[in-house]
């Protein structure tokens, strides 16, 4: 079993930075792969960013690519994503969850946060 709580969402201007975390408790969360997902009003939710168990595998959507950074510590259970160059497009209630295989459906992810809003002002 797993709990997740996200934190670090907020209001940006686009072009601003912002790093998200997600704060883990459970014995198990080292042996998971973790993935930030996000979802606007009115659309399906998407793919960000995955991280494997050990950190050494990393999978972004084109969307995230060379703009958002994923990385964990196991030590801390936590996972972050840093997002840089943020975009208007990028408005969304982020969540990061936790799955046993290294994917990017939001079906394989077992545990979820509740979620943490990011808004990016144009």
């Known amino acids: 079993q797993v709990q997740l709580v996200e934190s670090g969402g907020g209001l940006v201007q686009a072009g601003g930075s912002l790093r998200l975390s997600c704060a883990a408790s459970?014995?198990?969360?080292?042996?998971?792969?973790m993935g930030w997902l996000r979802q606007a009003p009115g659309k399906e939710r998407e793919f960000v960013a995955a991280?494997?168990?050990?950190?050494?595998?990393?999978d972004y959507a084109d969307s995230a690519k060379d703009r958002f950074t994923i990385s964990r510590d196991n030590a801390k259970n936590t996972v972050y994503l840093q997002m840089n160059s943020l975009k208007p497009e990028d408005t969304a209630v982020y969540s990061c969850?936790?799955?046993?295989?290294?994917?990017?459906?939001?079906?394989?992810?077992?545990?979820w946060g509740q979620g943490t809003q990011v808004t990016v002002s144009s």
């Open positions: 459970g014995r198990a969360f080292s042996s998971y792969h």
């Open positions: 969850a936790a799955a046993p295989t290294f994917v990017r459906y939001s079906r394989a992810y077992d545990y």
């Open positions: 991280v494997s168990w050990s950190g050494l595998s990393k």
